[in-house]
Structures are given as C-alpha cells and as structure tokens.
C-alpha cells in the first residue's frame, strides 16, 4: 500500500480523475469491464481477503438489482425473451442492466480506493493552494472530530453518573442524546472562540498561508503521471474519433476490432495501481526470505 | 454569499448552460449521471470563492469549523436512535441564526467531511449542494422563522422532503439509462418511509435543538463576531 501512498498527492489525482472520468463517460463494454477488474484486483489489494468479500457481499447484490430492474422499466430492444405483465422484456434490456450494473460498481470501487489512498493531508494539500480558508476549516474538523468525542464520552459519564440517561426507554435515549449534543456545542463554542482569539494573537492572516507536508516530486511520480497521460490520450483518441462508440439498442452492437487498442490502453491504465502495490508486496517478501 | 460576484454570474448563465447543450449533442452517449455530477460541482463553486474571496477572519473560521464537526459528529453521537440524525436541523439553526452562507458552508463542508467517515461516492456532490442550499435557505428566512415555530417545523419537514427527492433524484440517474417519471415514482415510493422519517426527525430535532443551541450560537454572535 506505500507503493501507492507515497505518490505526489496531485499525481494520484489526476490518476483517480482519468480513470473515473472514462469509467463513468465511455459506455463500451469492455472499458466498463476493463475498470471493474482494475477497481477489484486494487480493493483486493488494498483490502485483504476478508474485507474484500465482506464488500463484496454488498456489491453483487447491488449488481443483481441494477440487472433486474432496468429490463422492468426499459422496453427498448429487438430481442424479446418473454412479457411480463405485457411488457416485452428484452435481451438488451438485461444487457445494458448488466453493464450499468458493472458501471456503477466500478465507479463506487474506485471511489473506496481513492477514499484509503486519498487522506486527510493529501486533500488539505490540494485544497490548500486554491481554498486557504476552507482547507483549513477542513484540517480543524479533522482534529475536532477525536477531541469532540472524547468530550462527549466525558459529559455522558457525568450524566450517567447523576442517574440520567439510564432507562432503556426510546424517548429517554432521545432525549439524553439530545442534552449531551447541547452541552457539548456549548463547550466547543467557548472552546473553540479561544482556539480563534489565540490564532488571531499568532498572526493569522498575516502574510501567506503555508501548510506542513512531506510530499517531494519524485522520479517514480514524473514517470507515473507521464504513463498516466499517454494512456488516458490514447484512450481518448479512440473515444473521440468514435472507435469507442457502442449501442445496446435497438440491438446490441458487435465490438469492433478497431477498438482495441483504445481499451488496451485503458485496460493497462486500470491495473497499473495493481501491479505496482503487488510488486512492492512481492518485494517485501523477498527481502524477508532473505534476512 | 451577499453578492453575487461576475464569476457566479459566468457559472450560472453560461457554463452550465453550455454543459447542458454539449452533454445533448454528445454523439449518442446518453450520459446524464457523470453530466450531472460535473454540474452539482460546478454550482457548489460560486459559494466557497465568495467565502474565500472576503478573507474570513479566525472567529469565523472557527466557528464554521466547529458547526461542521457538529454535523459530522452528529450522526455518531445519536446511533443509540438509530433513524434519528440531526444533520438537517444543526444545518438549518446555523442558518437561521449565523446566516445563510454559514448555513451553505456547514451544510455542504458537513456533507463532505462526514463522508470520509461513511463513504466518499459519487453521490457526495449532490448531498453537499442539497445540504447547503437547506441551510442557505434557511438563512434568507432567519428572521420568520426565529420567532415562529410552526414555520420553522414546516421548513424542517419540506428540507427533508427536498433532501429526500433530490437524493432519488440522483439513483434514478445513476441507476438507469437516462430520467424517466416511472423511474422516478417508483424511487420515491420505496423510499417513501424514509422520506417520513427524515420528515418526522427534522422537526423533531428542530423542536428540541433550535432553542438551546440558537441561544448559545447568538451570545458567540454578540461576543465575538458582530463587535
């Protein structure tokens, strides 16, 4: 996971904007497919053997609905397999179902990844040389979080302790949930006024803004963001010069031989992140086995 | 928000529009959901240059930060109930008592960074922009409806009605080819209970919340920002 996490935060970036861009505006079967493997070998990468089924179990489901349902409200289609209700249900119909299907959870794999790889100081980075302001409201709600809560669990010892918030009863939760979340706003605002005088007395505002970070332009990042771009180029020639274009309706299309350099090139771009952490894996081991 | 500055104006009457057209004539991709994604983002942009371009001073800067972890925090602290967030009602007192663009900001920051707890998708946009347009909303009728309850539970139920529409609105276009009515009715059906819910929470929560937290947000506002 390092492989990937110590890449330039604005490489990644455009790595994640590439990929999920055509994911999501080129509707070809085997781009579609071609992201859905890349987006499942990363998340098994990324996320073990078990957490990777756990997801799974909601994934597949999710692809099995979008299945059945697109053929109950789309018509369209040459195909008829049998009438339900007196409606044509097509095989097309299904078809672009499964694809959309595939779509959608492509999108939503990549969408976790991006989520493990792209944390907190990443993001402040990106957003700290357009959003000053914001990327640090973002970075005070990072460390509010932890704090708030601690304080939560502190005013609700206290409450429990003078026999609130006891009874088993809905509305008695509801309603100690309730008085704890007053109590606590009321601290974090006196709380928090003190953190913005104190600011103001450190010279906020004074001169440009600048945020620590660890992030170095590296080779392996120039390299990877050239490989990035001459993928995503090459795939986009083929989209642009329609090579890509792909119907599923009023029958589906045949895919073309001509496409596929265009999803080669996709398809590479897909699994690079694979590859990359699998390597450093591999690597990890080898050095082991050897000591 | 209190301008409207040119680039706004360049966003709303231009750019989007000249989306919009491109995505029709886009040789046969019917691709509504990425197209709507790109526009949800482009209409959050307006809000936080306007933000960014008036300098907020630390008093603001904290306060807003504080209000985002609350939203954020909000939907932990009240899993003991479970159905019940307060998300929708905190977003709203913000806006009713430190104005509607505080309100924006709560709303679609609370959005964003709550998902890096529950889980950044596609879907986040549209969640920032509903959010912050309830709270922004609610900071144009700040004055009603500080002083009148039942406009306020009024306000409450429709932004979780809104919220709820909206949201549907965003599974039918992702989860079909293109927007249909039927797609649509039927989405809003299976979520009708949880729409209500949502309903049903809001004012409740704006019931309980909105006068011991607006008392403390207008003696910060008193203290600290309008002096």
Not at chain 1, 112 to 118: G, K, P, S, T, V
Not at chain 1, 212 to 220: A, G, I, T, V, Y
Not at chain 2, 138 to 152: E, I, S, T, Y
Request: aromatic share 12%.
């Amino acid at each position: 996971m390092r492989a990937l996490e110590k890449f330039h935060p604005g490489v990644l970036f455009v790595y994640f904007l590439a990929v999920l861009s055509v994911t999501m505006f080129v509707r070809h079967p085997m781009i579609t497919a071609a992201s859905l493997l890349g987006g499942l070998l990363l998340q098994r990468s990324l996320d073990g053997r078990k957490r990777f089924w756990k997801d799974m179990g909601f994934y597949i489901p999710l692809l099995a609905l979008i299945t059945v349902t697109n053929p109950l409200f789309s018509h369209n289609g040459v195909t008829q397999l049998f009438f339900l209700n007196g409606n044509a249900v097509t095989l097309e119909a299904v078809a672009c179902g499964v694809h959309m299907g595939m779509m959608i959870v492509a999108v939503l794999l990549w969408c976790a990844a991006m989520n493990r790889l792209f944390t907190g100081d990443k993001v402040m980075y990106l957003l700290g040389r357009i959003a000053p302001g914001l990327s640090l409201v973002f970075s005070m709600v990072l460390r509010f979080v932890p704090q708030f809560r601690k304080k939560r669990k502190e005013i609700m010892t206290v409450q429990k302790a003078m026999g609130l918030y006891t009874s088993k009863s809905y509305t008695d939760r509801l309603l100690s949930s309730v008085r704890v979340y007053s109590a606590l706003i009321g601290w974090a605002l006196e709380h928090s006024m003190e953190v913005g005088v104190s600011m103001k007395a450190k010279g906020y505002g004074q001169g440009r803004r600048t945020n620590f970070h660890l992030f170095r332009r590296q080779k392996r990042d120039s390299g990877f963001l050239a490989i990035t771009l001459v993928l995503t180029c090459v795939t986009l020639t083929g989209v642009l010069t329609g090579k890509t274009h792909y119907d599923f309706y009023p029958a589906m299309d045949r895919v073309e031989n001509g496409c596929l350099w265009a999803v080669a090139a996709f398809a590479v771009l897909a699994v690079m992140p694979f590859i990359l952490a699998e390597e450093e894996k591999c690597r990890w081991n080898y050095y082991l086995r050897k000591t | 928000m209190r301008k409207f500055s040119w680039l706004s104006g360049l966003i709303f009457c231009v750019i989007i529009p000249v989306i919009v057209v491109c995505a029709a004539r886009f040789p046969g991709e019917k691709s509504y959901a990425p197209v709507s994604v790109g526009i949800v983002c482009i209409a959050l942009v307006p809000f936080f240059l306007g933000f960014e371009r008036r300098k907020p001073g630390t008093a603001e800067l904290v306060l807003l930060a504080v209000m985002v972890t609350m939203t954020v925090i909000g939907r932990v602290i009240f899993a003991p109930v479970p159905g019940f967030k307060p998300v929708t009602a905190l977003v709203v007192i913000t806006g009713i008592y430190l104005g509607g663009e505080m309100g924006f900001l709560t709303g679609a920051m609370g959005a964003f960074l709550s998902n890096f707890y529950f889980g950044q998708g596609p879907w986040t946009p549209f969640q920032m922009l509903t959010w912050g347009l309830i709270g922004f909303f609610a900071g144009k009728l700040d004055r009603q409806m500080r002083n009148n309850r039942v406009l306020l539970c009024i306000y409450g139920a429709l932004a979780g009605a809104v919220y709820s529409l909206i949201l549907d609105l965003w599974s039918v276009l992702w989860w079909g080819e293109g927007f249909g009515t039927k797609r649509y009715l039927a989405a809003i059906t299976t979520a009708l209970p949880y729409t209500v819910l949502y309903m049903v929470s809001n004012v409740l929560f704006l019931l309980l919340l909105a006068k011991p937290i607006g008392k403390k947000l207008l003696r910060i506002r008193t203290r600290y920002l309008d002096a």
